[in-house]
């Protein structure tokens, strides 16, 4: 399985996939509207990866920059009608955090307006997560935290436990984070 790739972006094909080298090999990742705007060709990007493996052999990849928008993904494949496809539907035109806000405000009437989720979808996911998942915005110094790391010899699993063991609320100085994890 793969769990996340860094590499350069190669290609943007369509509107939500792009392919990614990473080595010498190329990826095809689907990536949210809302986060294929933020991506340039040429330029290196970390994505954390959902590995979907079908039983006739297909494989699709998902791409997110953020941890906790893997495992919203990961936590909407859970609800019963969901696939990987209608979850990533809904992630096409919506950063994961409205589409969270919808599902604790239990807010069916908007959650229906969202590409790919009915009525009958809405109540599933609102059953399904309500109160069971939250994100939280990360501190934009953790992500300069992974490619600092990265281009020190650690790798992403590395800066990311790292990353775990730190207090959110707390204003941090690179410097400092960069010393705090090497000494670790």
Do not use: W
């Not at 599902?103 to 997560?129: H, R």
């Not at 069971?132 to 300069?144: A, G, L, M, S």
Request: hydrophobic letters at 40%; one cysteine or more.
């Amino acid at each position: 399985m793969i769990d996340y790739i860094i590499g350069e972006v190669f290609r943007k094909n369509g509107l939500s996939t792009t392919v990614l080298v990473n080595g010498s090999i190329g990826y095809e990742i689907f990536i949210p509207l809302c986060y294929f705007s933020k991506i340039k060709i040429g330029e290196k990007i970390n994505l954390e990866i959902v590995h979907i493996q079908k039983e006739d052999g297909r494989e699709t990849l998902y791409g997110f920059f953020e941890y906790d928008s893997k495992v919203f993904f990961n936590s909407l494949l859970t609800v019963d009608g969901i696939g990987d496809k209608k979850a990533f539907s809904i992630f096409i035109n919506h950063e994961p955090q409205e589409i969270l806000t919808m599902v604790q405000n239990k807010d069916i009437v908007n959650l229906k307006k969202v590409k790919g989720v009915g009525p009958k979808t809405a109540e599933k996911i609102i059953e399904t997560l309500a109160g069971k998942i939250e994100i939280t915005q990360e501190n934009p110094v953790f992500n300069d935290l992974r490619e600092a790391l990265q281009g020190l010899g650690r790798t992403l699993k590395e800066a990311n436990k790292f990353i775990e063991t730190l207090d959110t609320s707390k204003d941090y100085k690179i410097q400092d984070l960069i010393q705090m994890a090497l000494t670790a």
